[in-house]
């Protein structure tokens, strides 16, 4: 699925100034399977990027297109489709839920789609350090262990894109290169893209595209 | 898991008040209505009048004994009478101008005769089919509603002459028969009796049998209307008792305690029904407030599950089958309640002489499924208002 930006300029942003290179009111279009990377420094709109093209926001000038259609127009219905098999988020604030357990967080996701099973689940939660954590409520984890399980969570769907939010942020490189590794792999199994926000660390791939704020 | 996480760490204490109320109004909602429809069925098919009429007549006083003033009713007191508000309907009861003599005609039962007062009342006011109660000349007898007392003269007489006395199904398969006649010309007429009157003192023909009789054998003068037959409108019989208290009417004494009765009673039960309508009403009220402060509450937990995929109709359901189980759980201990006081009151009504009919009826079923699935639309809409806003 083909995502197109068109001169699209979030409110909040309109009366900062914007560097040549900014997408920021400009035509951008982010190609199917492509590995994209956002880099920007803070405040200068990765989240409201992630949040405006996964149909949290609406209050910008300018479209956003999957495919041919106008995201403005997409019902409620359309929205859902669009986030159990199209687009998946790793938000910056994560979103978990913090008074339930790692594993009603993540089959909560799951049982949704029905993509994985319970010991798949589990082998990521291994393969990230955090299997032991399985029965422990969410709110009591560190921050890093929060993020592996949110990008866990994400990924237990079908995407055509998978859109991140400085999802590495807490995490050691050793952390944050297994994560990776298991993002990449997931992608490519479906042949599917990320768009990656960073605030400079490029964590050593090699992207298709990088776009600037 | 969904609800462990939308209904956690909620404060009962609303809800709980909520659900009392909601029990509360229930449980007197569908018993006022019950009652408020047997109570209307009180009487009916019982007496061959129908509900909520009674006949009047002129207070008879000395000035009236002294023909200083009138006992019978002009056309225009009726006319008047009948524009009131409250009354269903006023019509005029006839009497026979002709002489009439009663007796038995069965040769199983021993002679009885006596000379007897006949009348007529407008057919609407019988609670008899219309195909039973019509003669024409030639017809093999006529129908007639007779006076409980007189069965129990019959009977006295029957006892006294050492014969079985006859019950009522006995009478009305033992043939009778009038004889009709004035100064010049006599007839006998087989009449049979259909059913039986605590109301009325005399015996009731067809109008068309009196009508026969006033035109052939007339005894000349025609008769004053004295006694008049009137229906009240349901629950408004004071307003008719004041009625006959400002004309100077009387009735008989038991249609007016037992019209009375119906219309105390019947208030009552509109007034707890009433009270009953604005406590669920409330209570339902409260209940879906409720539902908006826990999606309120959960607002950061509805929002993140519509992010990570979840449809608005999902949350919607959730929210929609939770609010619809506590509901249905009012309900049903709100219909077993009222099994209990129903038992009680029965009870009660039978012990104090009321015999009602004591089956549930239909209404109360129907009351409280609508009570039910107005509920179910509100807490629907609510639900879906709510997440929607979140989405």
């Given at each position: ?213 | ?72 009713f002009s056309e225009r007191e009726i006319e008047k009478m009948e ?7 006023v019509k005029p ?132 209307i004295?006694?008049l ?163």
């Amino acid at each position: 699925m083909k995502i197109t930006l068109n001169q699209v300029m979030p409110f909040p942003l309109a009366s900062m100034h914007h560097g040549e290179h900014s997408i920021w009111g400009k035509q951008i279009e982010l190609l199917p399977g492509n590995k994209v990377m956002l880099n920007a420094s803070s405040g200068k709109g990765k989240s409201t990027f992630i949040n405006t093209v996964f149909g949290i926001r609406t209050d910008f000038v300018g479209s956003v297109n999957f495919e041919a259609t106008d995201s403005k127009n997409l019902s409620t219905r359309d929205w859902t489709n669009i986030r159990q098999r199209k687009i998946s988020a790793i938000f910056q604030d994560l979103q978990l839920f913090p008074s339930i357990t790692v594993k009603e967080n993540l089959l909560l996701k799951n049982n949704l789609t029905q993509t994985f099973t319970t010991d798949q689940i589990l082998n990521f939660l291994d393969f990230l350090g955090i299997s032991d954590k399985w029965e422990q409520q969410c709110g009591l984890l560190s921050m890093g262990q929060q993020q592996r399980v949110a990008i866990i969570r994400a990924l237990c769907q079908p995407y055509e894109w998978l859109l991140m939010d400085e999802p590495f942020s807490h995490l050691d490189e050793d952390n944050t290169q297994r994560c990776l590794k298991l993002i990449i792999d997931r992608t490519e199994e479906q042949k599917s893209g990320f768009v990656l926000t960073s605030l400079g660390d490029y964590h050593g791939i090699q992207y298709d595209q990088t776009l600037m704020l | 898991m969904i609800q462990k996480l939308l209904f956690r760490n909620q404060d009962r204490k609303q809800l709980i008040i909520a659900m009392l109320g909601a029990f509360m109004g229930i449980t007197f909602l569908i018993a006022s209505v019950h009652y408020l429809i047997r109570l209307n069925e009180f009487g009916q098919g019982s007496e061959i009048l129908g509900p909520n009429t009674i006949i009047v007549q002129k207070k008879v006083t000395n000035s009236s004994s002294l023909a200083l003033t009138k006992t019978d009713f002009s056309e225009r007191e009726i006319e008047k009478m009948e524009k009131l508000p409250f009354i269903e309907k006023v019509k005029p009861v006839l009497s026979n101008n002709f002489d009439v003599s009663f007796e038995t005609a069965d040769p199983l039962v021993p002679r009885f005769r006596s000379d007897v007062f006949v009348q007529t009342v407008d057919p609407s006011f019988l609670d008899v089919h219309s195909n039973k109660w019509h003669w024409k000349e030639g017809d093999a007898f006529v129908p007639i509603i007779m006076p409980r007392d007189f069965l129990v003269m019959l009977n006295t007489f029957m006892s006294a002459s050492n014969i079985p006395q006859i019950s009522d199904d006995l009478a009305m398969d033992i043939r009778f028969k009038f004889t009709v006649s004035n100064q010049t010309k006599k007839v006998w007429v087989d009449a049979r009796i259909i059913g039986f009157t605590n109301e009325v003192s005399s015996i009731l023909v067809p109008e068309s049998f009196m009508a026969y009789g006033n035109e052939q054998f007339s005894l000349g003068e025609e008769k004053k209307i004295t006694q008049l037959m009137i229906s009240g409108k349901e629950n408004e019989f004071g307003k008719v008792e004041a009625l006959l208290k400002e004309k100077g009417l009387e009735s008989k004494n038991a249609q007016m305690v037992a019209g009375r009765l119906k219309s105390v009673i019947g208030t009552l039960l509109l007034v707890v029904m009433g009270i009953s309508v604005i406590a669920v009403f409330l209570s339902g009220l409260v209940l879906l407030q409720y539902m908006q402060l826990l999606m309120s509450k959960n607002e950061y937990e509805v929002r993140t599950m519509m992010r990570i995929g979840y449809a608005p109709k999902i949350l919607i359901r959730t929210f929609f089958l939770y609010f619809v189980k506590i509901f249905g759980i009012i309900a049903g201990l709100g219909l077993g309640s009222f099994f209990i006081l129903k038992y009680f009151l029965d009870e009660m009504f039978t012990t104090g002489g009321i015999y009602l009919n004591t089956s549930v009826s239909l209404a109360t079923f129907l009351v409280l499924t609508t009570v039910y699935t107005f509920f179910a639309i509100a807490s629907y809409r609510t639900a879906s208002k709510g997440i929607h806003r979140h989405f």
